[in-house]
T-cell receptor, first 111, second 115 residues
Framework: DAKTTQPNSMESNEEEPVHLPCNHS???????IHWYRQLPSQGPEYVIH???SNVNNRMASLAIAEDRKSSTLILHRATLRDAAVYYC????????????FGKGTLLTVNP | NAGVTQTPKFRILKIGQSMTLQCTQD?????MYWYRQDPGMGLKLIYY???????DKGEVPNGYNVSRSTTEDFPLRLELAAPSQTSVYFC??????????????FGPGTRLTVL
């Protein structure tokens, strides 16, 4: 399975935008990019996913590099509730339902 | 919708005991999963199912068994509990379709300690 690399931790201030990076240099053409987040003592929560084009939803935006070797999750206005571990995950084209979670990025949001 | 529910929330087992972790979803999802999460780590897939009667191994299946007799339920069985199975267990489900299976819905987890 293709691997992802994320910073261990990042810090942000409330009401400021947050850009969470993810490198996936060995991504193949049919791999989807998924982002999940896990709030303290809870199960993971879906954030967004994409294949080639940038994606927007009510929670966040996903910017995918043209060569697909990296992507960035954008939280437009961080709130205290966004403090969580964010996981960037690749899934194989034929098995998009099988996700492999890494350690993710711990996002701290300062008031 | 209740979503994905798991019971129990907490459990302490002695080495060698057996137990079943229950998972139920009310979203009529075809796909269901069991993950474990050790402290400070990401989730690892134990078993998954693409529909009733169909199950397959994930990344860390040893020491566990599953069954899927209905669309709603996907129990996880530990036959001979070992300290290495101390973890938080998450059940998840996802729908079927062109894109819908990409979003997995997770339960609140079962915290298991084996002493």
């Amino acid at each position: 399975d293709a691997k992802t690399t994320q910073p261990n931790s990042m810090e942000s201030n409330e009401e400021e935008p947050v850009h969470l990076p993810c490198n996936h240099s060995t991504i193949s053409g049919t791999d989807y990019i998924h982002w999940y987040r896990q709030l303290p003592s809870q199960g993971p929560e879906y954030v967004i996913h994409g294949l080639t084009s940038n994606v927007n939803n009510r929670m966040a935006s996903l910017a995918i590099a043209e060569d697909r070797k990296s992507s960035t999750l954008i939280l437009h206005r961080a709130t205290l509730r966004d403090a969580a571990v964010y996981y960037c995950i690749l899934s194989s084209g034929g098995s998009n339902y099988k996700l492999t979670f890494g350690k993710g990025t711990l996002l701290t949001v300062n008031p | 919708n209740a979503g994905v529910t798991q019971t129990p929330k907490f459990r302490i087992l002695k080495i060698g005991q057996s137990m079943t972790l229950q998972c139920t979803q009310d979203m009529n999802h075809n796909y269901m999963y069991w993950y474990r999460q050790d402290p400070g780590m990401g989730l690892k897939l134990i078993y998954y199912s693409v529909g009733a009667g169909i199950t397959d191994k994930g990344e860390v299946p040893n020491g566990y068994n599953v069954s899927r007799s209905t669309t709603e339920d996907f129990p996880l069985r530990l036959e001979l509990a070992a300290p290495s199975q101390t973890s938080v267990y998450f059940c998840a489900s996802s729908g079927r379709g062109t894109e819908s299976y990409n979003e997995q819905f997770f339960g609140p987890g079962t915290r298991l300690t084996v002493l």
